[in-house]
């Protein structure tokens, strides 16, 4: 009965649920029961499913191997992804993933080994620099040696998230250390490696643009580091951020471009097989194998097979093909962003764009009507599967998504053609590196519209997490698609209920934590870390506010259900005022307390974030509302801040001279909770707040439970 219901595709639903069963195991590694169980049973159901529906001895026997694999590769990722700490001497070699800043280097080596001994993995690196320093120009393929080093092994099991960058990047360690450990020996690059510093040449050696520049090697590459956060943020807003990476266009356009090249050479199929095959894998390898470009290229190879043996192509087994090699190999893509909006995207335009192109050519006549309907139909069914996975990632509503993709998507794609195509022949021909011009003033436009249209009112609404809702919206999709053989007011019946439990649950997953209390209040201490400590009913958000560390601050804060921020209260000046910005307009702050002498400072944070600064001096006591700050400093030495909050007195220390605390102790009379980088003896306080820095994952800390301890950020 159900078989004559829903259009039956084995690989589709097979890739359903061998999802569900890497979700239900990687959750409780991670101990999340709940969702874990659920994610089994799920699973069972499925496979129940699956079997009977075709009742088949060869698909049953399929659907317990896959099964077993995907069980195995899933438990294999938590319990031997994880290396074990390393010391001595360690020598590296360099990918091209090299970033300098004027105090550090950050970048990723390959080909590790420890006293001598190889060892899997790789790491990510950070060398502290001196100044003057010798460590200029470090390129691919170059070699650091650190004759006393120590790699810290990377956990997957202890954090609350996957890292998806260290995973599919297989970096196993970190290594933190000074330019003075480092020796360096010079080295080649790889091929890959090569072909992307030339790209990166002929992009910004021909695009004074730095951010249509940045942007163009994202959309070759998948490389987004040269964006801007400004320019990253304004593409968020406006629903736009999923054209910063690779995606199945790049694949499409490159298998076009191969068989034009292959059009004359009649009779030799399968050698046209293996050539497009593989450059196909090289593109992906050039990308890093990043899974929109995986996906792409798994179901491109796909096509090019069955066009090859004349095999009828089915999208929906595709999709489903690619995504079982990819949870098989990767089984922890099932959390990574550009997998499963890919996967989203790609799914919603399977299922609705053949009834949104007939509806669309109805209103749309003649020829160029056609075409607009189906770039139409195109562009809003590939924006449907992607809209509540970039909701729940980014807790955020785009306003505008819509308008953006609709005007702009378009746009985009010719710009990639071009950009793709002018990348290309100045490989070949570099007197024709000219040719990429042209695009970056197309993308500079682009960027200024994308910024006009993140800056207009009511761009962009906070919301919190859908929760494992996202399963009932893609039923819905499923239903309207053409899968599901029943007639339009069954389908509208049945999308219309599930679309109200959709929304009823959505609801209730949102609603305030506190109804009495939508205010809380934030400030911020000079260490590298976050948390968020609670008294009372009362939040208070602590810790210096970063662009690394910010994304993370935020999802916490929604995770709490805080809407908005009356006062941000800065005892030092913030080392990185972007985020501060970001951080005063997501989350409304009326005002900014901030303690300095520089006037100018006070001003440009004031011009900046378009909000309220209150400068606070030394020795004066300041009230807003029913919060006191005051500074102390002792012969003209500023010793820290104390914030008095609910008759509780948190106490900033910015001095560690043990004499200078002890004066600092005197003249405040001691706190309630002392904020610190480290454990101190000079002052009286109730409660001790120790930030462990190495550490970049926020958490919460209730006050009033707790005696005197240390928290790890």
Known sequence: MMKKIINFRFLFFLSVIIGALVLGICEIFRQNYFWGILSLIVFGAGALFVVFSENHKTFTAITLIISIVGAISAISAFCFWEGKDQKGEIIFTLTDQIYHDPDEITAIGKDIKVNGQKIKGKVQVYIALDNPSYLYNLRAGDKLLIYQGELSAISLKKSESVDNYVYHENIKYVLVCKEFDVRRYGGKPDILSSIRYRIKDII??????????????????????????????????????????????????????????????????????????????????????????????????????????????????????????????????????????????????????????????????????????????????????????????????????????????????????????????????????????????????????????????????????????????????FVLGGFVNVGKKPKALVSLILTAVLALSMVFSNKPSVFAQDFYTAYSIPYSSAGLAVYDNAKYFVGEINRYNYPKIRKELIKQRIRKVDYV?????????????????????????????????????????????????????????????????????????????????????????????????????????????????????????????????????????????????
């Open 204 to 477: 910004f050696g021909n695009m004074p643009d730095q951010d249509a520049a940045g942007i163009s090697y994202a959309m070759i590459t998948g490389n987004r580091d040269f964006i801007s956060s400004d320019i990253y943020r304004s593409y968020k807003t406006a629903g736009l951020a999923h054209i910063l990476a690779v995606s199945g266009m790049n694949v499409s356009f490159l298998i076009l471009c191969l068989s034009l090249i292959t059009l004359k050479l009649k009779g030799k199929r399968v050698f046209k097989l293996v050539f497009l095959s593989v450059f196909i894998v090289f593109y992906c390898a050039l990308c890093g194998f990043v899974p929109s470009v995986s996906r792409a290229g798994i179901m491109g190879i796909i096509m090019v097979i069955c066009k090859t043996f004349g095999f009828r192509l089915d999208s929906l087994n595709s999709l489903g093909f690619a995504a079982l090699v990819m949870l098989i190999i990767r089984p922890l893509y099932i959390y990574d962003l550009s997998f499963l909006l890919s996967f989203a995207s790609m799914f919603s335009i399977i299922c609705l764009y053949p009834p949104l192109a007939k509806l669309f050519e109805k209103a749309l006549k003649g020829k160029l009507g056609g075409k607009i309907a189906q770039i139409l139909a195109m562009t809003l069914s590939a924006n449907i599967g992607v809209y509540p996975l970039m909701a729940g990632y980014f807790n955020s509503l785009s306003t505008y998504s819509l308008i953006a993709n609709l005007v702009l998507l378009p746009l985009i794609n010719v710009i990639f053609i071009a950009l793709f195509s002018a990348c290309v022949a100045a490989m070949i021909l570099p007197f024709l590196e000219f040719l990429v011009v042209p695009t970056g003033w197309m993308l500079a436009f682009t960027n200024a519209a994308t910024k006009f249209l993140s800056g207009l009112p009511y761009a962009e609404f906070i919301i919190f997490s859908l929760g494992g809702f996202y399963v009932l919206y893609y039923v819905i999709v």
């Open 569 to 713: 209260i800065i005892v030092t000046p913030p080392r990185d005022p972007e985020a501060l910005i970001d951080f005063c307009e997501d989350f409304s702050v009326q005002k900014i307390a901030l303690v300095t002498d520089d006037w100018s400072l006070c001003d440009e944070i004031k011009v900046r974030t378009k909000k309220e600064v209150i400068q606070i001096f030394d020795g004066i006591n300041y009230k807003i509302n029913d919060i006191e700050i005051y500074s102390y400093s002792y012969k003209n030495k500023r010793l820290g801040t104390s914030v008095l909050i609910s008759g509780k007195k948190f106490l900033y220390p910015l001095v560690k001279d043990p004499e200078d605390l002890e004066i600092l102790n005197t003249l405040s009379f001691g706190c309630d909770v002392l904020v610190c980088g480290e454990f101190v003896r000079n002052i009286d306080y109730l409660i001790f707040l120790i930030y462990d820095c190495d550490i970049m994952e926020p958490n919460i800390i209730n006050l009033k439970q707790s005696d005197n301890y240390t928290f790890l950020l």
